[in-house]
């Protein structure tokens, strides 16, 4: 299993996880959400000598706030643009 498909399993597991035990009013995790928990394992998989080899840009609107944040496995510099609609940024 690569390990790009081990990260899509897991945030499947997630959703079906907060899915089944959340109002069903508040359905979805934010974006923020979603960064915090991959970042866990990724630094999870780290701790153990088994890394993750992957650089992930997480992007979403939840509740009006928008967010795009980055996540890198190694530490060289990169700069992405992005515009989602009228919100040009510079991140990473």
């Not at 990260?7 to 979603?34: A, H, R, V």
């Not at 979403?60 to 643009?81: A, M, N, P, T």
Request: with cysteine; aromatic share 12%; net charge negative.
């Amino acid at each position: 299993m690569s390990d790009f498909q081990y990260l899509t399993k897991q945030l499947d597991q997630l959703m079906l996880y907060e899915f089944d035990e959340q109002d069903p009013k508040e359905l979805g995790l934010s974006p923020d959400q979603i960064h915090e928990y991959l970042a866990r394992v990724m630094y999870a998989r780290r701790s153990k000598m088994n890394p993750l080899w992957n650089s992930i840009l997480v992007g979403g609107v939840k509740d009006g706030k928008r967010s795009v944040i980055c996540l890198f496995f190694y530490s060289e510099q990169l700069l992405i643009l992005s515009e989602i609609g009228s919100w040009p940024t510079s991140i990473c």
